[in-house]
C-alpha cells in the first residue's frame, strides 16, 4: 500500500476543493465586515456562483472511463458525472427558494448558504467515494448541515423539534452505517469497494450478509424506508420550506444514486434470505406511505407520505437492479429520479410561493378556489401532482413506465402488481388538491396573496415544464443515461 | 399527416379557445368543433373498405429502446368509432349553450383536449400511445364532472377516475410484460399491436397462473370497467347522474366505446385461446348486465339515474356480440355500439332539455307533458323507440345481429338476452307513460295555473337542430344499415376469420382425444 498524493488526485477533486472554499466566502465576509449580514442578493449571488463553478468544472472534465484517485478511495466515471450534475442542479434550485424565503431567518442567511453548499460538498463527496468510510464521511457531511439547515428559522419551536428528532434518529442511522462497515470490514479486511468485490469468494458469507444488511439499515433510515421512515414527516412538516425540497429531492437522489452504484456490493448477499427481505420492504413501503397519505389535510405532510412511497417505488427499481443485469434498471431508476426531482421541486416551489410568512402551514382548505385566482400555477400545481400520480402526459407516467418495466424484466411481477396497486390508491390523495383548486369555492372574498419571488416563480415554471418535455421527449434524455454506462 | 391532423387540431382548438374573448368562446367552438368534423368527413373519401389492412399509417420513431413509436392508423373497427368523435363534439356545444353557465372557457377547453384524447385512443396502434391517451382521456372527464356537475359531484368524479384508473394500471402491467414477449420472440421490443399479434403467448386452459390468462384478466378487467360491465359498473350511474349534459352525453356515446373498442383490439385478437376458453363466462357477465341493468332501471325514479342503467344494459349486449365470436355477433356489437352511442346521446340530450326547464329529474314530479310540449315528446318517443329496438329504426338491427350471434353460440344465454329485450322496452315504455301521459304532474298542473308557464316551453329552434341529426340517423341507420356496415365489413370478417383460425386447432384437438 503506498500513499501519496499525485497531481491527478487533485485534479479529480478540483471541484469539490473549489465548492469548500467557495462555501466558506459568504460567512467569513459576514465576519469581516462586523457580523453584519450582507444583501441577501449579494450572498444569493456568492453562492450561486460557487455552485454554478462547481457544476462547470464537473461538466468540463471528460472521462470516458473509471478513474481512481487518492489511493482507490475516490472513483469518478461518466455515470458519476451525469448524476453529480443532476445534484449540483437540484443543489441550485433550492438556493434559489431559499431566497429571501419568509421560512428562513434573515438575519442567518449566509449561515443557511454555508451551510447548503456543506450539504452539497457531503453528497459530492459520498457520490465520489469508493471507500466505505468515505462514504461515512460523506454522509456525515450531508446530515450534520443538514439537522441544522431543518432547524435554522427564526423563533418557531416547531422546526427545532423537527431538527432534534432527525438530529437523533440520523445519528441512529449513522451508527447501523458504521457498525455495517465493521462486519463488512470483518468480513473481507477491507473497507474499498472494489476490493469487497474481488475478495468475495473466500468470506464468511453470513458475517458479509449482516454487515451489507445494516449499512443498508442505515441507508433505508436516510431515505425512509418502511420500518425506519418514522422521522420522515414530523422533520418534513417542520422544516422551512425550501429545505423540505431539498431533503425531498436532492437528499433522497444522492443515496439511491449511491445505492445505485452499490448494487454489485449488495448481491453479495445471500439472496435466499436476503431478497425476501428487500421484497417486503420495499411493499409495506409503498403501502403504508399511501395509506397514510390518504388521510394528511396538510399538504406538506401529505407529501411526505408520498415521498416514503415513492422511496418504496425507486427501492423497487434497486431490487431489480440487484437481481439483474443493469442497463434497463439503471435507466428507469435515474430517469425516475430526474422526473421525481422536477416535479417535486416544482411542488415545494408553489408551496414557497403561497407562504407568507414562517411556519405557516398549507393546507387543503386554504387551497380552495385557487384556480379562480390563478389559473396558471393551479395548472402548474396539477400538472405536479398529476405526474406524481404517474398519470399520462406527464413525466411521472415514463418514470413509472420504465421502473417497473425494470422490475418485470427480472420476472418480479408480484413487486410490480403491488406497486400498481398502491399507486390506484394513491390517485385520490394526489387528485385531492386538485379538487379543492378546481372544484370547491372558497367561503371568503379574499384574494389570494402570493409572494412575488421570480426566483420561487422560476423555479415553478421551469419545472412544469421539464415534467412535460421528460413526459413527450423521454429519447434525449435516456440516450444519455445510456451513454455513461461503460 | 391526415391522421395527425385529426387527432391534435383539438388541442389547436383549445388553445384557440383561451385567446378568444369570453363573449365568443361557444361561437368559436362550435365553429372550430364544425370544421373538426368536416375535416374528420374526408375520410370517406380516403379510406379504402376494401381491405382489413390499416390505413392512413404513419409511424415515427419515439422511445426507440423500448420499442415505442409514434404510431396510427385506421381500420374498419375504428373507423366509425372516430366519426362519432367528431359528430358529437358539435352537438354537445351547440346542446350546452345555455346549460354551461360558468368557467365557460375551461369548459370548452376540457371538451376539445377530450377529443385529441379519445381521438388517439381510437387511432393509435401503438399499444403504450394507446395506454396514454386511454389514460389522459380521464382527466379532462373527470373535470367536467367535478366542476360542473351536479351535488355530489365530486363524490362521483373521483369514483368514476379512481374506478378506471385502477383498472387500467393492471392493463399497463400486462402491456409491459407484452413489451418483453416481442423483444424474445421477434428480436426486437415493440409497443406496436401489429407486433403483438404475431406473438405466441402460452396458454393452459383450465389453469389461471399462465401468462395468457393473466394478461387476458388484466386486459379484460381494465376494459371491463371501462364498459362497464356488472359487476364492476357501479361508477357508471353516478358519473352519469352528476355529469353535466354535455358530459354525459360524451361519456355514454365515446367514452364507454373505448372499452368495447379495447375488446375487439387487443383482448379478443391478442388472447384468441383465453377469449375461446372464457368466452362464455363474459358473455354471461355480460346477459347478467342486460337484465340487471334493466330490472334496476325499472325502479329509478330520476330519468337520467334509468338512462344510465340503460346504458348498462345495453352495453351488455354489445359484450354479448363481441364474445359470441362470429360474424353475426360482431358485426351486430359494432353496430350497437354506434346505435347507443346515437339514441342514449339523444336521450341525454333530451333530459337535459327538460332538465334546463324545471331542474328536476324525478320522474313523479312529471306527468302529462305531452300536452304541454307535443313535439319534444315526439322526438322523445322516436329515440326511446330506438332504444328499445323497434324495426325500423337503428337499435333493432344491431340487436337483431347481436341476438342472432349470441344465439348461435350459446342457445340459453341467447334467450335470456332475448328476454332482456322485454325488460328494456317495459322500463323505456314505463317511464315515457309516467312522464308524459300519466296523471298531470306538478310541473304540468302548475302550468296550466300559470306559476310554471315560462318553463314548459316546448323545444326551441336551437334544441330541434340539436337533435335533427340524430332522430334522422336513427332512421337512417334503421333503414340502410348497409349504408354504414360496409365500411367496417371487411375488418369485421378479418378478426372473426382470425378468431376463427385460433378455434381449429383446439376443436381438432378434441377430436383427436
Not at chain 1, 35 to 46: A, D, G
Not at chain 2, 339 to 368: C, D, M, P, Q, W
Request: hydrophobic share 55%.
Amino acid at each position: 500500500m503506498e500513499l501519496g498524493i499525485y497531481l491527478q488526485d487533485i485534479s479529480l477533486t478540483i471541484p469539490l476543493m473549489v465548492l469548500f472554499v467557495l462555501s466558506l466566502l459568504p460567512v467569513t465576509v459576514k465576519i469581516f465586515s462586523g457580523n453584519v449580514e450582507q444583501k441577501p442578493l449579494f450572498t444569493f449571488l456568492q453562492a450561486a456562483f460557487a455552485v454554478i463553478l462547481t457544476g462547470v468544472l464537473i461538466v468540463l472534465r471528460n472521462t470516458t472511463e473509471v478513474v481512481y484517485a487518492f489511493n482507490n478511495t475516490i472513483v469518478f466515471s461518466p455515470y458519476i458525472k451525469l448524476t453529480t450534475i443532476i445534484l449540483v442542479l437540484s443543489t441550485l434550485f433550492t438556493l434559489f427558494l431559499g431566497y429571501r424565503s419568509p421560512s428562513i431567518p434573515k438575519n442567518q442567511y449566509s449561515e443557511h448558504v454555508f451551510l447548503l453548499l456543506s450539504a452539497l460538498l457531503g453528497m459530492l463527496v459520498l457520490n465520489y467515494s469508493n471507500d466505505l468510510l468515505i462514504t461515512f464521511i460523506g454522509i456525515e457531511l450531508l446530515s450534520l448541515p443538514l439537522y441544522v439547515l431543518v432547524g435554522l428559522s427564526g423563533n418557531s419551536v416547531v422546526p427545532k423539534e423537527a431538527s432534534f428528532k432527525y438530529f437523533v434518529l440520523g445519528s441512529f442511522a449513522s451508527a447501523f452505517l458504521l457498525f455495517g462497515i465493521a462486519f463488512i470490514f470483518g468480513a473481507t479486511q477491507t473497507t474499498e469497494i472494489t476490493k469487497i468485490l474481488s475478495a468475495s469468494d473466500q468470506v464468511d458469507k453470513n458475517l458479509l450478509t449482516i454487515g451489507i444488511m445494516a449499512f443498508l439499515v442505515g441507508m433505508f433510515f436516510k431515505v425512509a424506508l418502511v420500518p425506519f421512515h418514522s422521522w420522515l414527516p414530523d422533520v418534513y412538516q417542520g422544516s422551512p420550506t425550501p429545505m423540505t425540497a431539498f431533503m425531498a429531492t436532492t437528499v433522497k437522489l444522492v443515496i439511491f444514486v449511491f445505492l445505485l452504484g452499490f448494487v454489485d456490493v449488495i448481491r453479495l448477499m445471500d439472496m435466499n434470505v436476503a431478497l425476501y427481505t428487500l421484497q417486503w420492504v420495499a411493499i409495506l413501503t409503498m403501502f403504508l406511505g399511501n395509506m397514510v397519505a390518504l388521510k394528511q389535510s396538510s399538504l406538506k405532510r401529505m407529501l411526505a407520505y408520498s415521498s416514503i412511497s415513492h422511496s418504496g417505488y425507486l427501492f423497487v427499481g434497486l431490487i431489480s437492479a440487484v437481481l439483474g443485469t443493469g442497463e434497463f434498471s439503471y435507466q428507469g431508476i435515474l430517469f425516475y429520479l430526474l422526473t421525481y426531482m422536477f416535479t417535486i421541486m416544482g411542488l415545494f416551489a408553489l408551496m414557497c410561493v403561497y407562504e407568507k410568512k414562517e411556519g405557516e402551514d398549507l393546507n387543503l382548505d386554504t387551497l380552495k378556489g385557487l384556480a379562480k385566482d390563478h389559473p396558471w400555477l393551479a395548472l402548474a400545481m396539477s400538472i405536479f401532482l398529476l405526474s406524481l400520480a404517474g398519470i399520462p402526459p406527464t413525466g411521472g407516467f415514463f418514470a413509472k413506465v420504465f421502473l417497473f418495466s425494470s422490475a418485470i424484466q427480472v420476472e418480479q411481477y408480484w413487486l410490480v402488481i403491488w406497486g400498481m396497486m398502491s399507486s390506484a390508491i394513491a390517485v385520490y390523495y394526489y387528485l385531492k388538491p386538485v379538487v379543492y383548486m378546481y372544484m370547491k369555492d372558497k367561503e371568503s372574498s379574499e384574494i389570494f396573496v402570493k409572494n412575488e419571488s421570480v426566483s420561487t416563480l422560476s423555479i415553478v415554471y421551469l419545472s412544469v415544464i421539464m415534467v412535460l418535455v421528460l413526459g413527450v421527449f423521454s429519447q434525449p434524455f435516456l440516450t444519455r443515461i445510456l451513454k455513461t454506462l461503460i | 399527416m391526415f391522421l395527425t391532423g385529426l387527432i391534435f387540431l383539438p388541442i389547436v382548438f383549445a388553445a384557440v379557445v383561451l385567446l378568444l374573448p369570453q363573449s365568443k368562446v361557444r361561437v368559436g367552438s362550435l365553429l372550430m368543433a364544425i370544421v373538426h368534423f368536416v375535416y374528420s368527413l374526408c375520410l370517406f373519401q380516403m379510406f379504402d373498405k376494401t381491405t382489413a389492412a390499416l390505413q392512413l399509417v404513419e409511424k415515427h420513431e419515439w422511445i426507440s429502446f423500448f420499442g415505442i413509436n409514434y404510431f396510427v392508423g385506421i381500420d374498419g373497427i375504428s373507423f366509425w368509432l372516430v366519426l362519432m368523435t367528431t359528430f358529437f363534439a358539435p352537438i354537445v356545444i351547440l346542446g350546452s349553450w345555455h346549460s354551461i353557465e360558468k368557467k365557460e372557457k375551461t369548459f370548452h377547453f376540457a371538451l376539445f383536449l377530450l377529443q385529441t384524447f379519445m381521438l388517439g385512443t381510437f387511432l393509435s396502434i401503438d399499444s403504450i400511445m394507446f395506454y396514454i391517451f386511454f389514460e389522459a382521456s380521464l382527466l379532462p372527464m373527470y373535470l367536467m364532472i367535478g366542476v360542473w356537475g351536479g351535488t355530489r359531484r365530486i363524490y362521483a368524479a373521483m369514483k368514476f377516475f379512481i374506478y378506471t384508473m385502477a383498472g387500467s394500471l393492471l392493463m399497463l402491467v400486462a402491456i409491459l410484460a407484452l413489451i418483453f414477449m416481442t423483444a424474445e420472440q421477434l428480436g426486437a421490443p415493440s409497443a406496436s399491436m401489429i407486433d403483438f399479434y404475431k406473438l405466441q403467448i402460452p396458454f393452459v386452459a383450465g389453469e389461471v397462473l399462465n401468462p395468457q390468462t393473466l394478461m387476458f384478466l388484466a386486459f379484460f378487467i381494465a376494459f371491463a370497467i371501462k364498459v362497464p360491465m356488472f359487476p364492476v359498473h357501479t361508477w357508471l350511474p353516478d358519473a352519469h347522474v352528476e355529469a353535466p349534459t354535455p358530459g354525459s352525453v360524451i361519456l355514454a356515446a365515446i367514452m364507454l366505446k373505448m372499452g368495447t373498442y379495447g375488446f375487439m383490439r387487443f383482448v379478443i385478437p391478442l388472447f384468441p385461446e383465453a377469449t375461446n376458453y372464457y368466452g362464455w363466462f363474459v358473455m354471461l357477465l355480460g346477459v347478467v348486465g342486460i337484465v340487471y341493468g334493466a330490472l334496476v332501471a325499472m325502479v329509478q325514479p330520476d330519468i337520467k339515474k334509468l338512462v344510465a342503467y340503460s346504458s348498462v344494459s345495453h352495453m351488455g349486449y354489445v359484450v354479448l356480440g363481441l364474445f359470441a365470436l362470429n360474424i353475426y355477433g360482431t358485426t351486430g356489437a359494432l353496430y350497437q355500439m354506434l346505435n347507443h352511442g346515437v339514441s342514449t346521446g339523444a336521450l341525454f340530450l333530451l333530459v337535459g332539455i327538460i332538465y334546463e326547464r324545471t331542474h328536476t329529474r324525478e320522474i313523479k314530479s312529471y306527468g302529462g307533458l305531452a300536452a304541454a310540449m307535443p313535439i319534444y315528446t315526439i322526438l322523445f318517443l322516436i329515440v326511446t323507440m330506438s332504444s328499445i329496438a323497434v324495426p325500423g329504426t337503428n337499435g333493432f338491427v344491431g340487436e337483431f345481429y347481436i341476438l342472432m350471434g349470441g344465439f348461435l353460440k350459446n342457445k340459453a344465454l341467447g334467450s335470456i338476452a332475448a328476454l332482456g329485450v322485454i325488460l328494456g322496452a317495459a322500463y323505456m315504455l314505463w317511464m315515457v307513460k309516467k312522464v308524459f301521459f300519466g296523471p298531470e304532474g306538478e310541473y304540468v298542473k302548475g302550468a296550466k295555473e300559470g306559476t310554471y308557464n315560462e318553463a314548459l316551453k316546448d323545444v326551441s329552434l336551437r334544441e330541434t337542430i340539436v337533435l335533427a341529426p340524430l332522430i334522422i340517423l336513427i332512421f337512417w341507420m334503421g333503414i340502410f344499415p348497409n349504408h354504414f356496415l360496409s365500411w367496417s365489413q371487411s375488418s369485421l370478417d378479418h378478426l372473426v376469420k382470425t378468431q376463427l383460425d385460433y378455434e381449429l386447432p383446439i376443436a381438432q384437438k378434441a377430436e383427436q382425444e
